[in-house]
T-cell receptor, first 112, second 113 residues
Framework: GEDVEQSLFLSVREGDSSVINCTYT??????LYWYKQEPGAGLQLLTY?????DMKQDQRLTVLLNKKDKHLSLRIADTQTGDSAIYFC????????????FGPGTRLSVLP | DSGVTQTPKHLITATGQRVTLRCSPR?????VYWYQQSLDQGLQFLIQ???????AKGNILERFSAQQFPDLHSELNLSSLELGDSALYFC????????????FGPGTRLTVT
C-alpha cells in the first residue's frame, strides 16, 4: 500500500541547517516532492526530484533520495525565521495522471 | 496570490446536506486538482482533471464528485455530508498533467454541524 511517513516536529536555531526526513513505501513512485505550507495558506511546491535521481540542489535547498531505503530528505541551509512552516513530503505515481500521496507534514520551528 | 481562486471561502452547513465548491484555475492551466486537508486525515489528494477529463483519482468518497467544465473551471460536489467531512478543501492547477508545479488556491473551509 501507499504510505508516506515524516516526523511531526523539528526545531532549529536561526542560521543552522534543517534536515527534514521522509520515508515512502511505493517503489513505483515517479516523482517525489517537498511542499511548504505557511499558516492559513495553501501549499507551495518547493522542489521535486525524479525517482531516478539521487540528489537535487536548488539554492538553499538540497534534496537527497535513497531509493533503496525509500528515504527522502530535505536540507535547508542557513535556516531563517521565514522558513517556519509545515513541510510535506509527497509521492506521485503515473504519467497519464498524477495520483499524489502526502505525508503528515513536519512542523519546522525556527528559533531566533 | 497564486492566480487560483476558490469560492466560497467559508461554508457552514448541516449533516445530510449537499454543497458545491468552485475553483477557477490560473489562466492557461489545463489541470485542476482537488485536495482535502483535515486534522484526522492530513492532506489527501482527491481527484485530478485535465482539459475536462478525469485523469487521476485518490481517496475520493463515492458521496463526492467533481467535474471540469469547458471553460476549465471545476466544481467539487459533496453530498450527504457528515461531521467528518469538515475540512479545508484546496484546489490547485497546473499547465499540464505531469510533474508541473501546482499552484494552490486559498482553500474553502467547510464546517458541517
Amino acid at each position: 500500500g501507499e504510505d508516506v511517513e515524516q516526523s511531526l516536529f523539528l526545531s532549529v536555531r536561526e542560521g543552522d541547517s534543517s534536515v527534514i526526513n521522509c520515508t515512502y513505501t511505493d517503489s513505483s513512485s515517479t516523482y517525489l516532492y517537498w511542499y511548504k505550507q505557511e499558516p492559513g495558506a495553501g501549499l507551495q511546491l518547493l522542489t521535486y526530484i525524479f525517482s531516478n535521481m539521487d540528489m537535487k540542489q536548488d539554492q538553499r535547498l538540497t534534496v537527497l533520495l535513497n531509493k533503496k531505503d525509500k528515504h527522502l530528505s530535505l536540507r535547508i541551509a542557513d535556516t531563517q525565521t521565514g522558513d517556519s512552516a509545515i513541510y510535506f513530503c509527497a509521492e506521485s505515481m503515473g504519467n497519464y495522471g498524477q495520483n499524489f500521496v502526502f505525508g503528515p507534514g513536519t512542523r519546522l520551528s525556527v528559533l531566533p | 496570490d497564486s492566480g487560483v481562486t476558490q469560492t466560497p471561502k467559508h461554508l457552514i452547513t448541516a449533516t445530510g446536506q449537499r454543497v458545491t465548491l468552485r475553483c477557477s484555475p490560473r489562466s492557461g492551466d489545463l489541470s485542476v486538482y482537488w485536495y482535502q486537508q483535515s486534522l484526522d486525515q492530513g492532506l489527501q489528494f482527491l481527484i485530478q482533471y485535465y482539459n475536462g477529463e478525469e485523469r487521476a483519482k485518490g481517496n475520493i468518497l463515492e458521496r463526492f464528485s467533481a467535474q471540469q467544465f469547458p471553460d476549465l473551471h471545476s466544481e467539487l460536489n459533496l453530498s450527504s455530508l457528515e461531521l467528518g467531512d469538515s475540512a479545508l478543501y484546496f484546489c490547485a492547477s497546473s499547465p499540464g498533467t505531469g510533474k508541473d508545479e501546482q499552484y494552490f488556491g486559498p482553500g474553502t473551509r467547510l464546517t458541517v454541524t
